[in-house]
């Protein structure tokens, strides 16, 4: 993944107002922009821009366009500028950014706008990104730390959710639907029928934004139960954000199962499952098919999982610290105190509220995280204002975005941002994967601690960077639930308490000796380095930079070094610094052994790795140790250290353990560091950066940071101190074109600590005032007037000071002597002698043309006459081998013979005349004099008329003496330098505010002196070093004394640092060869110079002309090069090496080029010199990256005792010193043959192009094309490239034939590395005119590697023809690795028995796959994307933008040749070509179907048809197309006729239909016809697996299998095929092939064509050809660039007309759907449950069962009611008929239907076919009661049960050992069954769950459309009732309608039994009643008795009467006996 942060935009000419400006950045033709802001001078954007790569690497022919433009602006020409930017660089170091700053805009006319681009990229490596983390080098900090890049972008992205179906949706008689809602837009699917519903729908939303903001986004999916606006109760919902699959694997979720939820008890049981597939389509990435699972896949196991509860971040903002104070402009005076003179001692004086007066502005606070921005109050800008406000954020876990940015803003939250920090969640938060196993995660969490803000300074360059404005003290908390409903809070009182309570603060001390100061900015301005930290700082004395000769200058220091040091106070972090660089050098010691164990592989006795794992295990214990001391003072604090502990625990554990690891060690250890650097982080710093400034006079020109953990002392012990502590450090400050370059010793740590400072520093220290006196001259008198208000005494900035002896001390010193006068000291400019033994000295002869026209002689004049810079215009020859320069130009000498030899050198070669230039016989140069006297503009070699001044060159050579290695008397010597002292001491000036000239001008009107007076401590013995002690309060007793008045009277104070004696070095630098140079603007070649610079010397080489890959092979020496301090240092951080390319454009300015850093190996000890290897630098230009130089630099300490040399000189070249023969690359000859086929897609008229190609030194240029119209190729296509060394013959010879006698080649030896080796480069140019020809574009061609190939081989071919071809292995093509030529390979290496079986074994296995191609032919691995034959180079025109202007067809082949001069010429790769005149052809295109398309319509739908464009033909109808849908199903197939390559590009689009044109296009692809057509896979008709003559699957291509197999064999060097008689036997290749062997078991097919044709398509297949397939293809559209916007599925084939007619097509149309009826009986109910009461309490049902097809409600159908069912059983015998339609290739049913009223077309719907059975009571005055739902997917059937007692609702619920419980879980297939009877289980979904509500006996027969005419049957039990025979159902008599039989009511309906026995019951209870009435109860006490003669005078009637009524009262009464009846 590419991408391209864009930092900042300079305009010039910014004028504030208008529509804004944008940044438009393409890559590989996908543009992207940023964000319209609005016009200013400097603009801060901070985008990304990302572009995926896809399979497609990135390579070094990549770049990036550039095009700033305003926002209204649509045009190129109003563009406010362009470039182009190369990523060649970023692909030599991927894992390194690449920064390019100021990047110059041009306009259309290739002119510079003024306007500059900042801009990083990074590739991010799949699996690599952050594996291993990237230390600098050898203390080399870079102008900016390289981070990754923020978030803050704009993309096209688009999310699809596809609906598939759901499953146990909660509810009864249901009409799902599904509503989905992305962001702010909502979708709804159509409504389906029951419990399990298949939708099938896709619903896309684009979207412009930011990554981070479209993560936070939500996707809520709703499932309801009805469509209609009454009922619309949900069943379920479902909610995540886009973030959720954003990160997931290939952002997708596939067939992912939803858990619903009720929307109001989120907590409670699921509701049912929706299946869903859920993508983000990003532009420029390659998307994924998303296709349906198939089957009835497990829930559990592929169940998304909601989103973790909610999760609040929230930042409390307290206050701030060092504010820049006084306006934004700033006065940094008062944001960082006065600044004392030049000292820029900064002292701090006391802190007023500056900001708080009425109308000042306010500050505030922006935060913005994950797309939102959140802004506090405005507070008054004060010092230290407050805010003490919570602002919280919605956060995710884990989180998605990374990036926390805080900005402090003055004024509104509009405002520009004074500021900016950021916070990374991943530091300040871990998962536990990141983590060590049973390590928990921690959220979120930081402070409270102070956080520095950086930003950019309106008082210094716009290029000098980001530096310190201000501190953040502030807290970050995570929370566990809902957010808070207010997003900005105050905070509470005792929390700011305690947040400030907790920040002890110390006085820290930092420290700068600055040993040089190299490439600064020349001029007459002094300059001054500024060392500071925060809020102080302090500055060097001024110094005028020297030019060293060449091309530099720099500070002249010598061996006093100026020292700066500061005091500061800051919160003491002391227990985060040093265990933040423990863990960095554990880091650094475990990189370091890696590395040295990577590279040496033959470590057989495993030091390196017993060293490596002792030194960690070390390495752990001592941080393990400081750490269980650590304190802890905040959340973030706690969980580090833990984390911290585990990870040092067990890596300790894992070194102690001996033999454990073995070979892995290296892949184990590289996990530990990944881990260990995970850790070495610390957000909780607290202290800024320390800052570094280049100052000239007043104005800060360049800046550079440093970490201040870097460089901090801990008393801990080394290692817990800053790896840069106490060591040299080199900065690199950006100075426009040029980078300074600043040596600087850095520490830094606690006042009270730096007592032994002053012994690290390894020299002496010295302090002193210094200040100026001034005079004025007047009348011819000097005096110290204050004229114009000039002071007598002041600083070097005119500040006024008192008389020198009215100054007193600093408090703490005293003087140390008296005040003198410092005398001026200049240096003779130090100049590059050389070093080694021979140098070439010259000088030049003049002469001038009198009035007569004769030359008459002048001086003669030094080196440099005429010259720049040292250098002679004419040759470049002179420097190169250490020749004495000269500063002056065209300064007279004496004649020749009168220039003595330098003392220690004698002459070898006396003066000679240069004639080997451009000049005449004689070696005058002719030139045009001028009226002042200066140079001629340009020196000719050819004398005119019109020439008045000519020069010669005269050349000497002269060798050292053997003894004089070790004496140099030269005056001008670098090592010590003579001092010449002025006669005064006073320096003049012309008018006051000027600059003082070193020189005295003409008529000085002021001048002034330096005085200076020595300081020394008033207590030595003090514990703190004393440069810390230094202030600017004088040494006095009175209180007025120490306010800051009197402290701006002070004279600056200053530190040095002197050295007694530097060390003697010797450099030497390897410069072999620059590649890939980029001459910038239309420049074809460029005259390239190397510049090297190291501390204050500097070297060039000579100059190589008209080269792109300059080689110079020259060594520079730097010999006896001063540096100071202790030599070990030096060793260990060595000067770094920096070299600039620069472009000498003839007499013109010479042109930056490309730059580079390097550090060279330093050898202590000549005796253990290893010699050096060339290594690949890469150079960075003004536009970025711009090539690589290939050099190696060494170091080597020379003997003190000046003893000759350690190593001698190397070998002398003819242009100086040249390259030792160990360091040259190994060399390896070769030769290069091109196969240049054509030009493609040029645009506009080009006439006659000729094509230039230039590899190395060498080129060759191709015959023109007469006319592109009706030939595009090149009329001779195939070259053999001479590469010839110097004063070889020509180079060319070109291939037209085999039967061509080819040239012997001459070779050239190019290295064997594949990094030495320099691109091929194309040009095109075109005829412009009678003479004269226009570049029209270019190409480089990198990465040669791919087309190295052992050299051809000759072999004998049929007849007395040779053919000639690649080696290639027998019936294979080069590819990757697959399963055809796994098979292949082992087929060619058996026994034919065994053979014959594995082969066979592997054809099944072939014809049993299908050759569908999830991507595009071209994509495939086996076929070499269809470039075998030529390849595809996009040529451009030269310039600022990419602008292409056509494609080359060709190919490379680069093979090794033998060195022997006698060798015979060798064959030729490039033999049999096709014929390269355009070839007719006949193109098939087959489009099956698309899938995955973007909706074009409102609907959410598109009405898709194919158009297919081929040259000016475009076929395609409007109305065929495929209404409301996004998976059309073509079937479609078109013919058109073609001239390839003239008409080569098919264009297959996809458009939308619209009722009113134009129709919308949905995407296209485009593809290549000549690839397929020319490529050996026979891409042009693909072929079958089996042979047939006749019928659908009939032989289509031209030539039969045996031709192909013929010609197929001549292709690759073989003999032709051998057939046997019969066909049955193949020989080809030494192998023999059988058809048995092929169709063993299998009978030949239906029209299978002759055994011969069936061997050779066989043996074809085996062959890796393209076979019969479909491919598919991403459509993109012009509308969305990069974003796809669908597939196609399609394949072409392609028939030359010359070989014959083609065989029929095929037939592709659409499948039709087949005629289905199924029929239904339903026989019997069970086991229902009664819905109804009667009138006498019982339960009961009328039962009547409906039942449909899914998809089909109209076809409902209902059975009979079997009224008053009592105990839930139910008698049909009824038919239900249901006729559909069915697609046995995708297992669905097609409907159609119209969705609308109003709509036009049908839409097709397919469902699976699915039998919706429902089981009612019915009811007449109400709605019916749902009893049971049954439903039956007719492809996946479930077993029916033989009898209603074994029914159960799932077959888990059957016992064990009944006889269906081992085949129910395998279900049936109706479609292969037919036929299915039994019982089904109906159920019911309540809260509880689903229950068994009934039990359905069904017979189910599926009968196909005709069969269902034969046997016709009738609904219900109407006639024909047949097939079966349905009878009328046996119900019992009380099964009726009570309206329509009243009287049967009577009889059945009322329960006689029942009635019977109340009868009875009411007549006992009125005999009772009786009873008692006749024989009522006495109450009386006495009784009358009844006598027996009372008795019997009662009649006899009586009597028996009353017996009788007694009898029958006796059982009803109890027992008793009358006591007169006892006896």
Known sequence: MLRCHVVAVHIPGATGFGPGVLLSVCFRGVPRRTQVVPEERSLTWNEELVWPLDTRPLSATDTLGLRLRRGDCLLPREDLGATTVSLSELVASPRLPMAVRDIPLLDHRERPTGCTVTLRCYHDLHGAAGDVPVA???????????????????????????????????????????????????????????????????????????????????????????????????????????????????????????????????????????????????????????????????????????????????????????????????????????????????????????????????????????????????????????????????????????????????????????????????????????????????????????????????????????????????????????????????????????????????????????????????????????????????????????????????????????????????????????????????????????????????????????????????????????????????????????????????????????????????????????????????????????????????????SARVPATDVLHSPHGPGACGQLCGRIVTLFLGCGDSQAQVRVWLWLGRVAESGELAGLLGGSLRFYCQMFENQTRLLGTWGPRRFWGRPAFSDSSGRALPPPEELRPPKGWSWDGPWSVERPRRRVPARAEGAGTVVLEELYENQSRDPGGDWTSTASTDAVSGGQRGDSVGDTRVSLLSARLVLQKGVAVPPKEEVACPQGWHVTSDWQVDTEGAEDEDGWHYGVGTEDGSPPAAWHSEGQQCHTLRRRRWLRVCHRDSDSWAQDTDTCSSLDPEELWEDEAWQPECFWGCTFQPKVPAGPRCRRRRWQRCLVPAEPGAAVAPLFLLRGAPDTEEPAQDSPEVALQQPPSFILCSFQRPGCFQLRCYIFQALDLAPGSSRTSIDATAHVSFVSLSQRTGTARGALDPRWEQTLLFPRVPLFGDPRGVGRDPPAVVVEVWDQRGQGPAVLLGRCVCSPRVWLDAALREPPRLQPHALRGPRGAAGELLAAFELLQEPQDGSPAPLGPPPLSKDGFGIPPELRPRLRWVALEVLAWGLRGMRGAVREPRLELQWGEQSLWTPPIPDMATNPNFPSNAFLLTLVRAGAGPGVAAVTGPSLICPRPCPQALPEQERFVPPIRLRLWHRAGAERRLLLGQASVRELGRYRCPPPCQEPGNGCDMVVSMPDELLSVPAASSPCRRWCSRFLAMSPARMAQDLLGYLRSRQAEDEIYGCELEAVPEFQALQDFCQSFPLCKPGRAPEPVGTLKGLFRIYPVPEGAAAPPGPRCFQRLPPARPQPCLVRVYVVRAFDLSPRDVTGLSDPYVRVALGKRTLGQRDHYVPNTLEPVFGRMFELTATIPLEKDLRVTIMDHDKVPPDQEIGSTTIDLEDRLLSQHRAHCGLPSLYHTAGPACWRDQLCPSRALELLAAARGLRGPRFSRGGTALSLGGQRFLLKHFERRHPPPRHAGAPRERLALHVLNLCELVPEHLETRGLQSHARPGLEQGKVQMWVDIFPTSLGPPGPPVNIDPRQAEGYELRCVVWNVRDTEPGDINLLGQRMSDIYVSGWLDGLPEQRQHTDIHYRSLDGRGAFNWRFVFPFEFLAAEKLCAIRRKEHVWSLDETLLKVPPKLILQVWDNDKFKADDLLGILELELTRLPRPARSARLCRASPAELPWFSWPWFSALRPLNLFRRRRARGWWPCTMHEDGGQRLSGKLELSLELLSAQEAEERPVGKGREEPNKHPTLPEPRRPKSSFLWLTSPLRLIRYGVRWHCLLWLGLGLAALLLLLLLHSFFPVSTAPQTPAVTPERALSVPVPLQSTLRVKVAEALPLLPATKHPRTEG
């Not at 969490?445 to 309106?458: A, I, K, N, T």
């Not at 908390?477 to 207010?486: L, M, V």
């Not at 007459?524 to 004395?541: D, F, I, Q, R, V």
Request: proline letters at 8%.
């Open 136 to 702: 600098t080098g050898r203390g080399q900090v870079a102008l900016e730390a390289p981070g990754v890049a923020l978030e803050d972008r704009k993309e096209d992205f688009q999310v699809r959710v596809r609906v598939i179906k759901g499953r146990q949706l909660r509810g009864n008689a249901i009409k799902p639907v599904v509503r989905v809602q992305i962001g702010r837009q909502r979708f709804h699917s159509r409504s389906r029928s029951g419990n399990n519903p298949y939708f099938n729908e896709v619903f896309c939303q684009d979207f412009h934004m930011a990554p981070e903001q479209l993560v936070a986004l939500p996707i809520q999916i709703e499932v309801l139960r009805s469509p209609n606006i009454c009922t619309k109760a949900v069943i379920g919902i479902f909610e995540l954000d886009v973030g959720t699959i954003y990160s997931a694997p290939g952002r997708s979720l596939s067939g992912k199962w939803l858990s619903l939820q009720h929307p109001r008890h989120r907590d409670g049981r699921s509701q049912g499952f929706l299946q869903v597939s859920l993508v983000v389509r990003r532009a420029g990435e390659h998307a994924q098919e998303q296709e349906v699972p198939p089957g009835d896949e497990d829930v559990e196991a592929n169940l998304l999982r909601p989103p973790p509860c909610a999760t609040t971040l929230q930042i409390r903002v307290f206050r701030a610290e060092d504010l820049p104070r006084g306006g934004d402009a700033g006065v940094w005076r008062g944001d960082i105190g006065v600044r004392d003179g030049d000292t820029g001692m900064w002292v701090e004086p006391a802190r007023p509220c500056l900001g708080g007066t009425a109308g000042s502005p306010k500050v505030s606070v922006r935060v913005g995280f994950a797309g939102r921005t959140l802004c506090t109050r405005g507070v008054p800008a004060d010092a230290s204002p407050e805010w003490n406000e919570v602002l919280s954020f919605p956060l995710r876990l884990p989180p998605i975005c990374d990036e926390i940015l805080l900005e402090i803003l003055r004024g509104s939250c509009r405002s520009k941002a004074l500021g900016r920090a950021t916070l990374r969640l991943s530091q300040i938060s871990r998962e536990p994967k990141e983590l060590e196993e049973g390590t928990p995660g921690f959220s979120p969490s930081f402070g409270p601690s102070f956080l520095p803000f950086y930003g950019p300074r309106p008082d210094a360059a716009r290029d000098s960077g980001p530096v310190f404005r201000g501190r953040l003290l502030l807290e970050l908390c995570t929370h566990t639930g809902t957010p808070p409903g207010r997003q900005r809070d105050a905070v509470a009182p005792v929390d700011a308490e305690r947040a400030q309570s907790r920040l002890p603060r110390c006085q820290l001390g930092l420290c700068g000796v600055f040993y040089s100061a190299t490439a600064v900015p020349g001029g007459p301005e002094a300059l001054s380095l500024e060392l500071g930290m925060g809020g102080t700082a302090a500055a060097t004395a001024p110094a005028l930079p020297a030019f060293d000769g060449n091309l530099y200058h720099y500070l002249p220091w010598f061996g006093d070094k100026p020292v700066a040091a500061v005091t500061s106070q800051w919160e003491d972090a002391g227990h985060r610094w040093d265990s933040l660089n423990l863990l960095r050098a554990l880091c650094q010691h475990l990189e370091e052994n890696l590395a040295k164990l990577q590279g040496h592989h033959g470590d057989t006795s495993g030091d390196i790795g017993v060293k490596l794992l002792q030194e960690l295990a070390q390495d752990c214990e001592a941080a393990l140790q400081y750490l269980e001391e650590q304190p802890v003072l905040t959340a973030l604090d706690q969980q580090l250290r833990s984390c911290r502990r585990r990870l040092l625990q067990r890596l300790q554990r894992e070194a102690r353990a001996d033999g454990r690891h073995g070979d892995t060690l290296g892949t184990v250890a590289r996990g530990w560091l990944r881990r260990a650097a995970a850790l070495a982080v610390e957000p909780q710093a607290g202290v800024p950066d320390v800052q570094l400034w280049l100052l000239r006079g007043q104005t800060r020109v360049a």
